[in-house]
């Protein structure tokens, strides 16, 4: 085999086995060819291969050429679509909340989310293909959210995907809900795997270790109830919906805001689930804790159950430190317990998304937690942390440009709404039976 035709064999099998793990690394999809095309042109001079022979060898055009994925989200209570690219940028979104419209019926009643996602995922759809000057015809593959999640309101999204995909005769991308939150990062950051992923929202409570776009450890879940949904829960006991400061908030942001002019070692601290050396969560004691005292304090103070207790600042603020304080303890078990198994490289990340992220104090404490460790903490702006079309569009970028085959029939998907996320190796952390150091957590 003469020196060029060697040249070319290498070139093409570095393009084909190494094209896209160069990509992934280096995140912008372009940019890391690039590199490749700098590289092939070294190859070039060396060999002196003809540019003939270097177009047959790597075809930059098709490589370099912008890729655009389309995401639809609706697991819950948000109707989301976003286009993205494959260097991150977002060429398009919208998003319709409804937020209010469930804060006066006193939670999420899945026929009243079903009905709201019919009335409005065709429009968001089209607003944000408007917003991007896009036709359908432009992308190179749409994104829907199928697990896990309101069956009703997931079937919605699907359903409008499938209308979409089959009138321009393409597959469709399927997204688990939750694998989209702990990626969303990597579309603003360069974060490498393996990295941790702490996930809460009003519907979960999760933390893993994320090895690659569809490969994660779950090390510990919420048993009963999640943390979003204690402070929906908690806001509604004390009132807070019911006052125009508070209109249009949710429980987490409600108790957040008046939790600034509170102490939080105003009343004792709770014990969750002491006995118990996992990386499980529990926040239903927390409720009923939390119930418990707000009815005890308007027995003592008098006060009129339809009106705010005087002292309910003091309450948010310890709610809100003992919620934190949980999570903190789960993940205090979940860094040593990497530490002890390996599973982290040295650069140590901890990547924090959900509605709950867009806390500040929790936000602060999850940063002072992770230091303690020697973990860096990255979270995605707020807007990204609570459901969105943006993390579903990426999830099916990733997944695009990583070359294996995600795409499905479009009449062959389903929802579903319950789903895993990775293998659970929860048992093996309980099994270690790590004891924690005291933890000391930051008061406002």
């Given at each position: 085999m003469s020196l060029n035709t060697k040249m070319l064999f290498h070139l093409k099998q570095l393009h084909l086995t190494f094209g896209y793990k160069v990509a992934y690394r280096f995140k912008a999809f372009p940019l890391s060819y690039c590199k490749l095309k700098h590289l092939r042109i070294q190859f070039c001079h060396s060999a002196s291969l003809s540019s003939e022979q270097l177009k047959l060898a790597f075809p930059v055009s098709s490589a370099c050429k912008k890729r655009y994925v389309l995401g639809i989200e609706t697991s819950c209570d948000d109707t989301g679509a976003a286009i993205v690219d494959n260097q991150g940028n977002v060429l398009g979104e919208a998003l319709y909340s409804q937020l209010a419209k469930h804060n006066?019926?006193?939670?999420?009643i899945p026929t009243v989310a079903k009905e709201l996602h019919i009335q409005h995922v065709?429009?968001?759809?089209?607003?944000?293909?408007?917003?991007?000057?896009?036709?359908?015809?432009?992308?190179?593959?749409?994104?829907?959210?199928?697990?896990p999640g309101l069956v009703m309101s997931l079937s919605v999204g699907l359903q409008h995907a499938q209308k979409l995909a089959l009138s321009v005769g393409q597959q469709l991308i399927p997204i688990h809900h939750m694998e989209a939150h702990a990626l969303t990062a990597r579309?603003?950051?360069?974060?490498?795997?393996p990295f941790m992923v702490l996930l809460a929202s009003g519907g979960h409570c999760l933390l893993a270790v994320a090895r690659d776009i569809d490969d994660f450890l779950l090390l510990g879940s919420s048993l009963d109830s999640a943390p979003g949904e204690a402070f929906d829960k908690t806001a509604r006991e004390l009132n807070l919906f019911t006052l125009s400061d508070f209109n249009g908030l949710s429980g987490g942001a409600a108790i957040e805001k008046l939790a600034k002019e509170g102490n939080p070692s105003a009343f004792p601290l709770v014990h969750i689930m002491p006995s118990r050396a996992t990386c499980h969560f529990?926040?239903?004691g927390l409720k009923t804790?939390?119930?418990?005292?707000?009815?005890?304090?308007?027995?003592?103070?008098?006060?009129?159950?339809?009106?705010?207790l005087p002292n309910a600042a003091d309450i948010c603020a310890w709610f809100q430190y003992n919620l934190m304080y949980h999570i903190g303890r789960k993940l205090q078990r979940g860094f040593i317990f990497a530490e002890m198994k390996n599973l982290l490289s040295t650069n140590k990340t901890l990547v924090v998304s959900g509605g709950v992220a867009s806390n500040a104090y929790i936000r602060a404490n999850l940063i002072h937690v992770a230091s303690l460790y020697g973990y860096k903490v990255v979270c995605?702006?707020?807007?990204?942390?609570?459901?969105?079309?943006?993390?579903?569009?990426?999830?099916g970028m990733?997944?695009?440009?990583?070359?294996?085959?995600?795409?499905?029939?479009?009449?062959?998907l389903d929802v579903s709404a319950r789903c895993p996320l990775g293998t659970d190796i929860s048992s093996d952390?309980?099994?270690?039976?790590?004891?924690?150091?005291?933890?000391?957590l930051k008061q406002a």
């Amino acid at each position: 085999m003469s020196l060029n035709t060697k040249m070319l064999f290498h070139l093409k099998q570095l393009h084909l086995t190494f094209g896209y793990k160069v990509a992934y690394r280096f995140k912008a999809f372009p940019l890391s060819y690039c590199k490749l095309k700098h590289l092939r042109i070294q190859f070039c001079h060396s060999a002196s291969l003809s540019s003939e022979q270097l177009k047959l060898a790597f075809p930059v055009s098709s490589a370099c050429k912008k890729r655009y994925v389309l995401g639809i989200e609706t697991s819950c209570d948000d109707t989301g679509a976003a286009i993205v690219d494959n260097q991150g940028n977002v060429l398009g979104e919208a998003l319709y909340s409804q937020l209010a419209k469930h804060n006066e019926t006193g939670g999420i009643i899945p026929t009243v989310a079903k009905e709201l996602h019919i009335q409005h995922v065709e429009s968001v759809v089209r607003d944000t293909l408007n917003a991007a000057q896009m036709q359908l015809q432009d992308l190179d593959a749409v994104a829907v959210t199928v697990k896990p999640g309101l069956v009703m309101s997931l079937s919605v999204g699907l359903q409008h995907a499938q209308k979409l995909a089959l009138s321009v005769g393409q597959q469709l991308i399927p997204i688990h809900h939750m694998e989209a939150h702990a990626l969303t990062a990597r579309m603003i950051d360069k974060i490498d795997f393996p990295f941790m992923v702490l996930l809460a929202s009003g519907g979960h409570c999760l933390l893993a270790v994320a090895r690659d776009i569809d490969d994660f450890l779950l090390l510990g879940s919420s048993l009963d109830s999640a943390p979003g949904e204690a402070f929906d829960k908690t806001a509604r006991e004390l009132n807070l919906f019911t006052l125009s400061d508070f209109n249009g908030l949710s429980g987490g942001a409600a108790i957040e805001k008046l939790a600034k002019e509170g102490n939080p070692s105003a009343f004792p601290l709770v014990h969750i689930m002491p006995s118990r050396a996992t990386c499980h969560f529990s926040f239903s004691g927390l409720k009923t804790s939390a119930r418990n005292l707000i009815k005890k304090e308007y027995q003592r103070l008098g006060t009129p159950t339809s009106e705010l207790l005087p002292n309910a600042a003091d309450i948010c603020a310890w709610f809100q430190y003992n919620l934190m304080y949980h999570i903190g303890r789960k993940l205090q078990r979940g860094f040593i317990f990497a530490e002890m198994k390996n599973l982290l490289s040295t650069n140590k990340t901890l990547v924090v998304s959900g509605g709950v992220a867009s806390n500040a104090y929790i936000r602060a404490n999850l940063i002072h937690v992770a230091s303690l460790y020697g973990y860096k903490v990255v979270c995605p702006p707020t807007k990204l942390c609570t459901d969105n079309g943006i993390m579903i569009a990426w999830n099916g970028m990733e997944k695009l440009l990583s070359g294996r085959n995600y795409f499905h029939d479009a009449n062959t998907l389903d929802v579903s709404a319950r789903c895993p996320l990775g293998t659970d190796i929860s048992s093996d952390v309980g099994n270690c039976l790590i004891k924690l150091p005291k933890l000391h957590l930051k008061q406002a």
